[in-house]
């Protein structure tokens, strides 16, 4: 079982929809947790941090629920410009706090 | 923008061939971490490194070596270039302080072909 898992997706929604993205993680002592976007064929960078009473930023909304071990996000209004993958992001205390990258979910936002 | 760089961006190489992927980053981040990464695909993690002289492997086996002798570079080299070894290549770093709640700045990639 890998350490971080997500729905691969591919989600295609309409723009103006809402879509919500989980992501499961197995080690409870994790204690960091991000959302990062990555667009085709480009490098990854931090969409935002998830913290425990949950924050949002604009149309994104990110939440962590430490009993259940996941996290979500959650995009209202979407734009065609919203259309990338989407990873979750954990930084796990095994082998000295190594940061996990989960395999992520592609959305696709269309017209 | 992260200032993190690295060269080439692309490259074609045949079978057999030596070649070093550089990556250099201002930002003084003491971590740095080297990806593999397919289209497509997800990020496997093939090296990192905590600072300067510290050097771990990753995740995924890799036949790949890297060196830290300076904070602010973290060049990685294969031997003898072969056609599995096309791939996506990223660099990251990461500041020290703050514990685990660290964000990785990406370099752009090198997007690599072996022949």
């Known amino acids: 079982r890998k350490e971080v898992e997500q729905d691969p997706g591919p989600f295609n929604v309409p723009e103006g929809a809402t879509v919500a993205f989980n992501c499961t993680y197995s080690?409870?002592?994790?204690?960091?947790f991000f959302w990062y976007r990555q667009d085709c064929r480009k490098e990854p960078k931090l969409l935002m941090s998830?913290?425990?009473s949950g924050n949002e930023d604009g149309r994104f909304t990110a939440q962590l629920n430490r009993a259940s071990q996941y996290i979500s996000l959650l995009i209202r209004d979407s734009k065609l410009s919203d259309s990338a993958t989407y990873l979750c992001?954990?930084?796990?205390?095994?082998?000295?706090?190594?940061?996990?990258f989960g395999a992520g979910t592609r959305l696709f936002v269309k017209a | 923008e992260a200032d993190i760089y690295q060269t080439p961006r692309y490259l074609v190489i045949g079978t057999g061939k030596k070649i070093t992927l550089e990556c250099s980053q201002t930002?003084?981040?003491?971590?740095m971490y080297w990806y593999q990464q397919d289209p497509g695909m997800e990020l496997h993690l093939i090296h990192y490194?905590?600072?300067?002289?510290?050097?771990e492997k990753g995740d995924l086996s890799s036949e790949s070596t890297v060196s830290r002798i300076r904070t602010e570079h973290f060049p990685l080299t294969l031997e003898s270039a072969r056609p599995s070894h096309t791939s996506q290549y990223l660099c990251?770093?990461?500041?020290?302080?703050?514990?685990?709640?660290?964000?990785?700045?990406f370099g752009p990639g090198t997007r690599l072909t072996v022949l």
């Open positions: 930002m003084g981040h003491d971590k």
């Open positions: 998830v913290y425990s």
């Open positions: 080690n409870s002592a994790s204690q960091s």
């Open positions: 990251a770093s990461s500041p020290s302080w703050g514990l685990a709640n660290n964000e990785q700045f």
């Open positions: 490194s905590y600072g300067v002289n510290s050097t």
């Open positions: 992001v954990v930084n796990s205390p095994t082998g000295g706090f190594k940061t996990i």
